[in-house]
């Protein structure tokens, strides 16, 4: 009975941090810069993610719009895939990530955007073989999270506003949205803003106390703006999952520094386990 139960549990294994970090790779590599409506590196990152997803088994798509930004109107891509549950009626828990790189900055963006866009990959790899959950599941990358100039209402956030947008017209239910952002750091210590669900923060600390983990993960009494906010404005429950603290005094964020060394898997397969215990909770 025990061997049964543990089968019908989410696991994030080795495996699946492996392809997490593989994959961060080749995006720093082969599709450097990702700013938004950039070709062809922007176009091949979206390609290798999907084909990724499909892969795992899941329904996906491409969501591309444009918008005014502060250098006229751009061309954005979101991208989804989605694991429908056991139960038709169930509401949906949604993982977001931003894939895009930092306009100006000469950033290759492994741990701010590859990182999380590929531990999505390695979640959804994992996924694949889950076969006892009842609730429905969307992995969204979202494009255009960085700002050109200064985040605003038309600066910054462009496909997080956009999938809460459509997910709000398309009446979906959601009991949860988690963004994850920068959790590949080698010094990995994640943080759950204040601006946030309560009820999740109580979650995601549960989870990291069932992984062992418990001291990577702590909540803080900062704000912080990132792609969980468009939900939250829209009523949906939200939690932001960042470490922020990336270098000595955050010196790799935005910079020609953020590269593969700095981004450990490892850290990734702890991350992804924390998420996949917080998805066997809410799912």
Not at 89 to 96: P, Q, T
Not at 248 to 274: A, F, R
């Amino acid at each position: 009975m025990l061997s049964l139960l543990l089968a019908a549990a989410l696991g994030f294994s080795a495996q699946d941090a492996r392809l997490a970090y593989e994959t961060a790779g080749e995006l720093v590599e082969k599709c450097t810069p990702r700013d938004a409506g950039t070709v062809p590196c922007y176009v091949v990152a979206a390609n290798r993610i999907l084909d990724a997803a499909s892969a795992a088994g899941a329904d996906v798509r491409r969501d591309c719009f444009k918008a005014m930004t502060p250098k006229g109107e751009r061309s954005f891509t979101n991208l989804y895939a989605e694991f429908k549950g056991d139960d038709a009626n169930a509401k949906w828990v949604i993982l977001i990530s931003h894939y895009d790189t930092k306009t100006g900055c000469g950033c290759p963006g492994a741990n701010d955007g590859a990182s999380t866009a590929g531990l999505l990959v390695g979640i959804a790899n994992a996924v694949s073989s889950w076969r006892e959950r009842k609730g429905n599941l969307m992995l969204v990358w979202a494009d255009g999270e960085e700002c050109m100039e200064s985040y605003g209402p038309n600066d910054g956030f462009w496909g997080s506003r956009r999938a809460a947008e459509k997910i709000a017209d398309e009446n979906r239910q959601v009991q949860a949205v988690v963004c994850l952002d920068m959790l590949g750091d080698k010094d990995l210590s994640i943080t759950i803003p204040s601006n946030g669900d309560s009820t999740l923060k109580k979650l995601a600390l549960h989870a990291a106390r069932k992984t062992g983990h418990p001291e990577l993960v702590k909540v803080i009494g900062d704000s912080v703006k990132d792609d969980h906010v468009a939900f939250m404005d829209r009523g949906y429950p939200a939690i932001d999952l960042i470490d922020f603290s990336y270098g000595p005094d955050n010196s790799y964020w935005h910079t020609p520094q953020d590269t593969m060394d700095k981004v450990s898997e490892d850290s990734l397969l702890k991350s992804g386990k924390i998420v996949a215990e917080l998805l066997n909770i809410l799912l």
